[in-house]
Structures are given as C-alpha cells and as structure tokens.
C-alpha cells in the first residue's frame, strides 16, 4: 500500500521492558528510518515526561528528538488545554504527569477542593489519601481524565498493574467514568497526527497490545504491526501483520510501503 510515511511506535513492551531495551530494537529503527519512514514514539506511559522518554531513549542509543515523542500525560495536558484553557489541576500520578502538567500551563493544587480537574495516572507512589483527595475533587464536579486505563504495563519483571488499576479505583469510588485521552482513543493519536500532517491512511500502528495499540489501528483507520514481545502472545485477529520481535518490524512495514 503505497503512501505510508510514519510509524506509530509504542515504547513499553515493544521497544523496552522496564528499563532494559528490547534486542534489536534500535536496529530495527535504524532500519525503518533507512525505509525512509519517520518514526513518532506513541505512548500511554505516563510515569514519564516526554523529556525523561527522550532521556531514556538516547541512553539506549535510539536518535531521537522531543517532538518525536507523544506520551499520555502530554495528551492530557494538551487536552486540558485546548479544551478549558489554562486549569487547576490535582494529579494523582507520577512525577513525569506532572511535569508535562506544569509544561502545559496549568497550576498543580494539592487539595481536591481547589481543583478543576482531576488527571489519574499511572504511578508507583499511590497512597490511600491521595485517591481520596481525587476522588473528593471529582464529586466536587471536576474535570476527569485518565492518561490511560491499561489494565497491566509490561516490564522485565512480567506484567505490572496499569494506570487502569488507579483509574478503576477512582471509577468505583465516585461512579464516574474518566475521559480516556490516551490509546485506544484517538485523541493521542490525532495529536501526533496533527504534529505529523498525515492522515491515519499514511502511518502504521506499531504496538504489543491488541487491546491498546491495535485497537487504536482499528479505530483510526490505520493498518497495525502487532510486536510479540510484550502483553499479547497470540494474536486474536488477522487484521493486522505480527513482528515476533522489534527486529521484524521494518520487513513487515516494507510490504505496506
Ligand atoms: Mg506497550
């Protein structure tokens, strides 16, 4: 299919688990690029900013710049942004969340009652009263956004409990359902898109989760590239072209280009 000028790419599970870099994968990006693609990096990780992914990635040998990245917590900055402007924001997240919240204009309050919105991520650091804070912010009638409602995220040490867990908790507590702004959703993706000028028949959906990133594919009208290295093992569909490991990816997009 003649066209395609991007790539989608997921980081975690895909290109990394935890910290350590997946075998062939900068390989593999070198080799998508020499297919005269561009690579985005679209994540749901939101414990990180788009600084520490960047960080992240030229210590793993991957060339990258800030604007090639597009995580969870910037999408949820920009959609507060875009949508009321500059707000008062309570976090319950990581301390990446928080800078892409700060970076966007917005006031981190540390009490649910001053906040207009509530942005729920994924994070190590939770505590008991935090989630009772968020939950008292959104029954106050603030703004409630999920960076991402991945059930687990994959790591070295297997899969780990997911932004989805945080997001789930504040759900019941409050019977109210998050605004998603990252995958499966296409806000994120209509954000790297729009950084992009392409529409979604010019990039490919590259990811380890049918659930998340093929979804998105689904969603958006883009073909997808399912990595088995992470969260799915064995594809449900044959709708989309399976990578056994990063290092088979760029022979897969050269049958879409
Ligand atoms: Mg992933």
Redo the contacts with the bound molecule.
Sequence with gaps: MPGIKAVLM?????LFLGESIIPGAPESLMRIRELGLSITFL??NSFYSRRMILDKLVDAGIESRLEDIVNSGFAASEYLKERRGSCRVFTVGDVGLVEEIVLGGHILVARGDEADAVVAGGTKDISYWRLVEGHRAIMNGALFLATNK?HV??TEKGPMPGAGAIVSFLETSTRRKAILVGKPERYIADLALRKLSLSPREVVVV???EE??MALAEAIGSQGILVLT??SKNPSSNKWLVAKTPLEIPKRLSTLI
Excluded at 10 to 14: F, H, M, P, R, V
């Design positions: 997921d980081l975690d599970g895909t994540t749901n991945d995220y994959m990811g380890d989760n998340v990133d992470g969260i």
